[in-house]
């Protein structure tokens, strides 16, 4: 299964590299389910591995100018708080609580990705320039948020930083380069709450992180040959799917026992992803007429 794990962590380096986010909200299923590490501490893994994959990711964007540093800083700063403090409150929580939660944010993730448009062409290539005033509460809030939640449950949270960072007038590109600084500082931060109560392997972590670091790589470079939409919609329905397969995993025992005597497992978790995103496909055709 080690070898199964880090194929796994390959593919998901290649969505991140492919989507430029999103794929980190797969880490911590692939670590508990694949690799049979305990919850606790693979929301602490997935945090060490999302943290340095997206900072890899950051200091390309950097060079070619699309991070803006002071929206960064101001989200992150917020971002950071909220993160510490998720960590430190992860102990409280029973580690079933923690992964129907996480489950929850997958489902708000694979929406959140349906519903999404593809920002239309600029007339020329420059980046758009930084909004001149910044609504810093408003930014620090929003980053405490989402924060909060990925110190938490261990998701990166670039589905709902690339949206905030829109609203304060950044284009789409730059939004998704700023928010890799983001998601770094913020999952430096959550780790930082999780030291004192879980204890790491670190040899598995790094040989995850290579991975999805490798992963990144050969990502960016395939980038640009596939829809971004269709990559979009398919990384949705997955995503889904793998919400289903944990709102059952963490079902009673009764519930899991019925549905294994009814061989309705496979059944299930396909429905859920593949009904619930054409259901909400369909209901956005119809709003739109």
């Given at each position: ?46 945090l ?24 960064a ?81 261990g ?13 304060v ?52 470079r ?10 979009r ?13 944990l ?14 005597r ?28």
């Amino acid at each position: 299964m080690l070898y199964v794990g880090l194929a796994a962590s390959l593919l998901v380096g290649v969505l991140l590299g492919l989507l430029g986010g999103g794929g980190s909200i797969l880490t911590v299923p692939l670590l508990v389910y694949v690799l049979g590490v305990e919850p606790r501490t693979a929301i602490a893994m997935s945090l060490v591995v999302v943290g340095v994959t997206s900072a890899s990711g950051a200091v390309l964007h950097a060079r070619a100018g699309r991070v803006r540093w002071h929206t960064a800083l101001v989200f992150g700063a917020g971002g950071m708080a909220g993160a510490f403090i998720g960590g430190r409150i992860n102990p409280l929580l029973p580690s079933t609580a923690l992964l129907l939660l996480f489950a929850s944010v997958m489902v708000a993730a694979a929406v959140a990705t349906l519903r999404r448009k593809e920002a239309p062409p600029r007339a020329d290539s420059t980046p758009a320039p930084e909004a001149p005033t910044l609504p810093v509460p408003r930014v620090l809030a929003q980053g405490m948020a989402v924060g909060l939640l990925s110190g938490l449950v261990g998701a990166g949270g670039g589905f709902l930083i690339v949206p905030a960072l829109t609203l304060v007038g950044l284009s789409t590109p730059v939004a998704t380069a700023t928010s890799l600084v983001v998601i770094s500082l913020q999952c430096a931060a959550g780790f930082m709450g999780h030291l004192g109560h879980v204890q790491l392997p670190w040899a598995l972590t790094g040989a995850v992180l290579a991975a999805a670091v490798t992963g990144s790589v050969v990502g960016g470079r395939l980038a640009g040959l596939v829809s971004p939409a269709t990559l979009r919609r398919g990384f949705a329905v997955f995503v889904l799917a793998t919400a289903a397969f944990l709102l059952v995993a963490q079902a009673p025992a009764q519930v899991r026992t019925l549905v294994a005597r009814a061989g309705a497992w496979p059944w299930l978790v396909a429905g859920t992803g593949v009904g619930l995103p054409l259901t909400l496909w369909r209901l956005r055709l119809v709003r739109q007429r």
